[in-house]
Each structure stands twice: as C-alpha cells, then as structure tokens.
C-alpha cells in the first residue's frame, strides 16, 4: 500500500520569512497525483497546491511552491513570506486512480 | 454556493446510540469519501464511493456503513456507537485525477 510520511510533526517560522516542510511517499504506480492540503484552526481542509506526476515543472501557486523529486520520491513545500494567517496543519497527500492517502500532517507556528 | 456540505456540524451522543452524518456536493463530482480524523490530526480513510459504487472500504467496524442514494449524496450511518469513536469526520468529494474538496466536517462526541 502507498504510504506518505511527514517527518516533522512541528515547524515553527518567523513571519516574513521562508519555511519548507517536508514529505515523502511509497509507491509503484507511475501514474499519480500530489497535493498539499492546509487545515487552519476552522478545520476546514483547503487545498494549496497539486502536482501531476509525469509533469518535471514544480507547481507554484504565489507564495507556495513545491519541490518535486519524483526519483526519491519526495514533495516537499515552501512557504515565502510567511503570513499569520499560513499558521495551520498541513497534509501531504498521495492520489492514484483509486487511492488517496494522507500524511500525518505537519503543524506550522508562524511568529510575528 | 456551498461546495460539499455536512449535517451536523456537531453530534453529541450516548454511547449505544445510532446515529447518521449526512453529505451532499453539488460539484457534479463522481468520486466521494468519508475520512476521520482523530485527536492527533491524523486523517484516515474510511469508505471511497465511485458513481454509488463502493471502491475503497478500509479496515474500519462493521458498525459504520456507508450509503450512496445518488452521486451526490454520500451519509455515514453509526450504529452502537463506542466511545472511541469519538473524532471529526470529514466528507469529500473529486473527480478522477483532481485534488478533493472537503466539507466543513462533522465533530462527533461519544458520552
């Protein structure tokens, strides 16, 4: 089965500046899918950011860009000028045809 | 406007008790899921429906049973509730090949 790990349970950034948060996955499909998701304090899970597989280009979406390395199978996603309002969970997922899988998530403190 | 949309928001129970989320997405999506989140934030699958058929059925108690009457409209039915059962459930939706979108989850407490 596909498993993703999120190695940091905590980061803590200072606002305005960059953070990165780690993710790694298993799997031998070819053919998949990885987003990061955003979980503030509302619950609300909100999507950040996807990246297609067989795309080399790393997705960006303004302040947020990841860092696909598809050989080491690693997503990891950056954070620039880091908001208040960035302070939340944040999942890594994993989707194949039939399968999505979580990360265990990642909890970002952002100082002022 | 509402994308994907749970009731209740909050169910607080006795234990023993049956009790229903509902879900309803109004993305014309043909994927749904229910997942459950637990007191450490990690999110667990639960049940996955494709066009009302079920694809995805994790290792989870016989007494949660999934029901799709339609594409749009995924509910959880809980019979014999157990205090561990305690946690946030979210639905959520996609298509094929998209991120999915969630709803705003459903806070069940066990008493």
């Known amino acids: 089965a596909q498993t993703v790990t999120q190695s940091q349970p905590e980061m803590s950034v200072q606002e305005a500046e960059t953070v990165t948060l780690s993710c790694t996955y298993d799997t031998s499909e070819s053919d998949y899918y990885l987003f990061w998701y955003k979980q503030p304090p509302s619950r609300q899970m909100i999507l950040v950011i996807r990246q297609e597989a067989y795309k080399q280009q790393n997705a960006t979406e303004n302040r947020f860009s990841v860092n696909f390395q598809k050989a080491a199978k690693s997503f990891s996603l950056k954070i620039s000028d880091s908001q208040l309002g960035d302070a939340a969970m944040y999942f890594c997922a994993y989707r194949s045809v039939n399968d999505m899988r979580f990360g265990a998530g990642t909890r970002l403190t952002v100082k002022p | 406007d509402t994308a994907v949309s749970q009731t209740p928001k909050y169910l607080v129970t006795q234990m023993g008790n049956d009790k229903s989320i509902k879900c309803e997405q109004n993305l014309g999506h043909d994927t749904m899921y229910w997942y459950k989140q637990d007191s450490k934030k990690f999110l667990k699958i639960m049940f996955s429906y494709n066009n009302k058929e079920l694809i995805i059925n994790e290792t989870v108690p016989n007494r949660f049973s999934p029901k799709s009457p339609d594409k749009a409209h995924l509910n959880l039915h809980i019979n014999s509730l157990e205090l561990g059962d305690s946690a946030v459930y979210f639905c959520?939706?996609?298509?094929?090949?998209?991120?999915?979108?969630f709803g705003p989850g459903t806070r069940l407490t066990v008493l």
């Open positions: 959520a939706s996609s298509l094929r090949t998209s991120g999915k979108f």
